[in-house]
T-cell receptor, first 111, second 116 residues
Framework: LAKTTQPISMDSYEGQEVNITCSHN???????ITWYQQFPSQGPRFIIQGYKTKVTNEVASLFIPADRKSSTLSLPRVSLSDTAVYYCLLHGNTGGFKTIFGAGTRLFVKA | DSGVTQTPKHLITATGQRVTLRCSPR?????VYWYQQSLDQGLQFLIHYYNGEERAKGNILERFSAQQFPDLHSELNLSSLELGDSALYFCASSVEVGSRGTDTQYFGPGTRLTVL
């Protein structure tokens, strides 16, 4: 099954744009790329999902290049409350459906 | 609030015991997923049910089992508990079978299991 690789941690300051890149070299044709946010002791929360090019919602943007071997989650103007772990995962029916969460990226936003 | 409920919120038990965790999916969701998250670890996929049928298995131990009932709620049974089973157990639900990439999972608040 295709795996994802993300930076273990990132630091930022309030008001800055944060970009978290995820590598997924073995992404399958029918895999979608999904990002979740998780606060301590809470369940993950869906942020955004895409298949190719760019997707934007009220929370974030997701950039996916043509080869789909990576993706970048962009969080505009982060605040202290964006401090959390962000997971990139591939979601699709590849040889039997499974959801593989990577280790995630721990984002720490400072004042 | 995701609409997914899990009970109990906390569970403390001893090694060798058996426990049952319960999950009620969002109204209308047919798929239920179980995950385990140990301290400061990522989420490990355990098992996926769709409309009462097992659809996929992850790294689920033989001591663990699950089922989804006709009313779509699900239970995760953990037996012969070991210290290493202490973790947060999350349930998630989604509308469809999960074979489509656009199927979003909604997570419950989790059950924290402590094995002493």
């Amino acid at each position: 099954l295709a795996k994802t690789t993300q930076p273990i941690s990132m630091d930022s300051y309030e008001g800055q744009e944060v970009n978290i890149t995820c590598s997924h070299n073995n992404i399958a044709t029918n895999d979608y790329i999904t990002w979740y946010q998780q606060f301590p002791s809470q369940g993950p929360r869906f942020i955004i999902q895409g298949y190719k090019t760019k997707v934007t919602n009220e929370v974030a943007s997701l950039f996916i290049p043509a080869d789909r071997k990576s993706s970048t989650l962009s969080l505009p103007r982060v605040s202290l409350s964006d401090t959390a772990v962000y997971y990139c995962l591939l979601h699709g029916n590849t040889g039997g459906f499974k959801t593989i969460f990577g280790a995630g990226t721990r984002l720490f936003v400072k004042a | 609030d995701s609409g997914v409920t899990q009970t109990p919120k906390h569970l403390i038990t001893a090694t060798g015991q058996r426990v049952t965790l319960r999950c009620s999916p969002r109204s209308g969701d047919l798929s239920v997923y179980w995950y385990q998250q140990s301290l400061d670890q990522g989420l490990q996929f355990l098992i996926h049910y769709y409309n009462g049928e097992e659809r996929a298995k992850g790294n689920i131990l033989e001591r663990f089992s699950a089922q989804q009932f006709p009313d779509l709620h699900s239970e995760l049974n953990l037996s012969s508990l070991e210290l290493g089973d202490s973790a947060l157990y999350f349930c998630a639900s989604s509308v469809e079978v999960g074979s489509r990439g656009t199927d979003t999972q909604y997570f419950g608040p989790g059950t924290r299991l402590t094995v002493l």
